[in-house]
């Protein structure tokens, strides 16, 4: 098992990939939510929510993390719409989507991703996943094949390598988010997804967030993702273009990563924490602004 982090004791039992891959973002009430915001029956007749905003041949589906919704790619909207059709949606359980789901598995999310780019998408799909969002999208892309010219990972997938655990090592894991969810998971979110100059309004306001999440199904998609085979997943669709925009604190295994899929290459941000698009959303509009045009020329 992997060095323990220096943390509560609460805390401990998470290893390096959970901590990387479970990303605090909540449901935010004080944003603007685009005025074409509609609904699709995914496959297991669960209704998700999503947002069209502009238009354009190519479409940028952008997909949330772990206990997110998709108001935290706000700062992207505008920026992006003038030239793509800018696609946003809530997975299921999360923001304004329903929550009748037995599975929670990333495959199950990925799902959710492809039902909403079936119904809206008629070119090329650009999928962008934050945290859990990146294997999220890894398993859209899987199901979408040809249509994918691109996906891009933001500050996810930096131990690709890392097995993934059994059900009953992914149990034990959450066990002390289970006996106390709320204040488990805002210690978790202050304590390793921000820098110590990080805005003191984004940490408040993502941890208390987070800590105010379904506790259900934050633990049952906690689950699925700690389960989950990353390995797997890269190699699955090694034969679409990838792009890393990770922060610079936590380290990305580079090697490994080439490795699982040869068509990746990463981009760094430096001083940031885990929500790149939120800490410096003009540095990392130009970071993917630059990505997509290199690789979608």
Not at 53 to 64: D, M, N
Request: with cysteine; charged share 20%; aromatic share 6%.
């Amino acid at each position: 098992m992997p060095t323990k982090l220096n943390m509560p004791s609460s805390l401990r039992q998470l290893t390096p990939l959970t901590l990387l891959l479970l990303t605090a973002c909540g449901s935010s009430t004080d944003r603007e939510v685009p005025d074409d915001t509609t609904g699709v029956r995914g496959t297991d007749g669960v209704d998700i929510h999503y947002s069209v905003t502009g238009s354009g041949e190519t479409s940028l589906v952008f997909v949330h993390g772990w206990s997110c919704e998709s108001g935290y790619w706000s700062e992207q909207i505008d920026s992006f719409a003038d030239r793509y059709e800018v696609i946003t949606l809530d997975l299921a359980g999360h923001g304004q989507s329903g929550s009748n789901r037995e599975d929670w598995s990333v495959e199950a999310f990925g799902n959710d991703v492809a039902a909403v780019v079936d119904a809206t998408a008629s070119g090329p799909v650009v999928l962008i996943g934050h945290s859990m969002g990146g294997p999220v999208v890894l398993e859209a892309a899987r199901q979408l094949g040809e249509r994918v010219p691109l996906i891009v990972a933001v500050d996810t997938l930096q131990a690709p390598g890392q097995p993934a655990y059994s059900e009953e090592e992914s149990r034990r894991l959450w066990a002390p988010f289970a006996d106390d969810f709320a204040v488990a998971t805002e210690g978790f979110v202050r304590q390793r997804f921000f820098l110590p100059d990080s805005p003191a309004e984004l940490v408040d306001r993502v941890s208390t967030d987070m800590a105010a999440a379904d506790p259900h199904v934050a633990l049952e998609a906690g689950h699925g993702l700690t389960t989950y085979s990353a390995a797997d997943g890269l190699r699955a669709v090694a034969d679409i273009p990838l792009v890393l925009i990770n922060a610079a604190y936590v380290p990305t295994d580079t090697e490994t990563l080439a490795s699982l899929h040869p068509k990746s290459r990463v981009e760094l941000i430096e001083g940031v924490g885990h929500f790149p698009m939120l800490e410096a959303p003009a540095e990392f509009n130009a970071v993917l602004d630059n990505v997509l045009s290199a690789e979608l020329r």
